[in-house]
């Protein structure tokens, strides 16, 4: 999905080859490995908490278990590109992963990262308030304020990063539809994509948030998240939400 998103881009650095690269919370890996195939002179390392990366890599690539929330045990001033994508509702503190991130970057090096919103949208006002789509990005948005890990923080990104040090930084929105109601072709492509990404994330998005922080019985959110699927369904209904 990201890839048509970005047209065949695995990010949009304008760094040219890159040597010393470094994925935060690289689940499954597919990035690192892409990226390694990609530039086999680099050097790829990915971090997450869970060990769900494949056990076969490029040469190139490695995986290492550890919290990017704590202090790293990397070297400073070591990469030239390090990779953030969709670690949002995952990081209390942004600042201080920023702050981090610019010590860990060689002078002139770049940080790339890729966040979602998860506030449904539409233009054409056919996404009412009491829709199930927006009744998901309220609940999960007060979900989040109250697991001290805000998705509204993807509209801060911005700020925190330039107050970290960073020079030249640039912020790009996509609209990401859900389902493939656009007449554009590349849009309705990618919101194809999107309406599988939802129907099957939606489960393991869900369940801890709903039963562990909201206090919902686990009944109750499988009916949500039911509602949910069958809402993504909805052709009547023109959603987006951006990233």
Known sequence: MFLIMLHNKLHLAPIEPPQRVLDLGCGTGIWCIDIADEHPAAEVTGIDLSPIQPTFAPPNCRFEIDDVTAPWTLPPSHFDFINIRALYGSIADWPALYAQIYAHLLPGGWLHQLEMSIQMKSDDGSLAPDHILSQWSDVFHEAGEKFGKSFRAVYSLRD????????????????????????????????????????????????????????????????????????????????????
């Open 160 to 243: 925190w990063v330039k107050a970290a040090g960073f020079e030249d930084v640039h912020e790009v929105w996509y609209k990401l539809p859900i389902g493939g109601w656009s007449s554009d072709a590349h849009l309705k492509e990618l919101g194809r994509w999107n309406l599988l990404h939802c129907t099957q994330g939606a489960e393991g998005w869900g369940l801890f948030l709903l039963t562990k922080v909201m206090g919902w019985s686990v009944e109750e959110a499988q009916v949500f998240i039911a509602k949910f699927r069958s809402g993504l369904r909805d052709k009547g209904v023109h959603a987006y939400f951006e990233a």
